[in-house]
């Protein structure tokens, strides 16, 4: 009997540790890398996307969703990407010379040196966007069927600064988005785990 | 039929939540095969990674001895495929969860041209690459799981041997028939419910 009751209790235990401790479910960039200091500077073209109505293509709300972060310095520029060159720079309007065609909707382009110390630095990394897809922003009122903007750039963010993706479903470094999910623009506790893990 | 669908139902849950990745939108199968220019067996013989002509891109190169074409198609033994991403020197550029091609590789391809040029790219990105395997003496056909981003591009085996291939699987007459048909527009009711 107290046997029985010994096991109950440690399944007890067991289910309750289960649940109550944060499952986190981040991935790093393999190799490991980051960029040297922060913030992070990210620029956002200010030529916008041509499929989001919400009257600068989409620059405005990038460049204030993506400070969700809370390690990112972001404004919009004048100066387009210039690969292999910091800062990081996102283009609406580009899909990186056919790099983002078809089924792609964003596509992160960062490049960095290896370290024989094993501590690899971010040097670089731009962000594309597929101009084909159907794209709205958080300054629009509606959804029909479009990709939120916001939710996208927070995501591809996340790769910038050296995150891959978490199986954690919800989570803004989750892989998939569907149209019209805006959730991803809110940053869960996994994805400030992978952030502070890195920095 | 029926483990067929379950399978390529399989692949598609899998497909969609891929292990790395930018941003993709996972395409039916048959759309995906019939917009393929090419859908091979190969050997990936060589690999080489440059800067394109601005210095502003690191594109690989993989030479791959064709082995088989499926469906309609026919073409060269051997072909060059263009992907972005590659390490030259110490620096190394990479498009976070874009598929890559590694030397010594046994893969199925789908494969369209590039916007700009001629050359060759696996089209619909993770959806167009197979890697062959052997399982109980079959060879099947599974899901690619390592991805730009996913391990040190320079590394000689770029993180492959610490990664187990499982889950659902086609063999290759299956996968033979899937796009025989897909690229001659026959439209199975099982397929249609994907």
């Not at chain 1, 964003?106 to 897809?133: E, F, M, P």
């Not at chain 1, 910038?160 to 149209?179: E, L, Q």
Request: net charge negative.
């Amino acid at each position: 009997m107290r046997k029985r009751n010994l096991f109950a209790l440690a399944f007890a235990t067991l289910i309750v540790t289960a649940t109550t401790s944060p499952a986190f479910g981040y991935v790093l960039l393999s190799p490991r890398r980051r960029w040297s200091s922060t913030p992070v500077t990210v620029r956002v073209y200010n030529v916008g996307n041509s499929t989001i109505s919400d009257g600068d293509g989409g620059v405005t709300a990038v460049v204030s969703a993506i400070r969700a972060w809370g390690i990112i310095s972001s404004s919009s520029t004048s100066s387009p990407a210039v690969r292999g060159s910091a800062p990081a720079t996102i283009m609406l309007n580009s899909n990186g010379g056919g790099l983002c065609t078809g089924n792609c909707l964003a596509a992160t382009l960062t490049g960095y040196y290896v370290s024989q110390a094993g501590d690899d630095r971010i040097y670089d990394a731009d962000v594309y966007t597929n101009t084909s897809q159907p794209l709205y922003s958080s300054r629009e009122s509606g959804c029909s069927g479009e990709y939120d903007i916001d939710s996208i750039m927070t995501h591809e963010v996340g790769h910038v600064i050296g995150i891959g993706h978490s199986n954690v479903s919800g989570a803004t470094m989750y892989p998939s988005i569907s149209a019209c999910n805006t959730a991803p623009r809110t940053l869960a506790s996994d994805d400030i785990a992978a952030k502070n893990d890195l920095y | 039929m029926h483990r067929r669908s379950l399978i390529v139902m399989g692949l598609l849950l899998v497909l969609a939540v891929p292990l790395s990745a930018s941003q993709f939108v996972t395409l039916p199968f048959d759309q995906v095969a019939r917009e393929s220019a090419y859908v091979i067996r190969g050997n990936v013989e060589k690999t080489w990674s440059q800067w394109d002509d601005a210095h502003e891109i690191i594109f690989t190169y993989a030479m791959v001895r064709v082995t088989r074409y499926f469906g309609e198609t026919t073409g060269p033994d051997m072909l060059v495929v263009r992907e972005a991403g590659g390490t030259v020197g110490d620096y190394t550029q990479e498009a976070i969860g874009f598929p890559m091609l590694r030397r010594g590789e046994d893969v199925v391809l789908m494969l369209s041209r590039w916007d700009d040029s001629t050359d060759f790219r696996i089209h619909a990105f993770n959806q167009g690459k197979y890697l062959v395997r052997d399982r109980g003496g079959v060879q099947v056909l599974v899901e690619d799981p390592v991805k730009q981003g996913d391990a040190r591009l320079s590394s000689p085996d770029h993180g492959m041997k610490d990664n187990a291939i499982e889950g659902p699987a086609l063999t290759i007459d299956e996968f033979a028939s899937m796009v025989t048909d897909a690229r001659a527009g026959i439209d199975r009711p099982e397929r249609a419910r994907q």
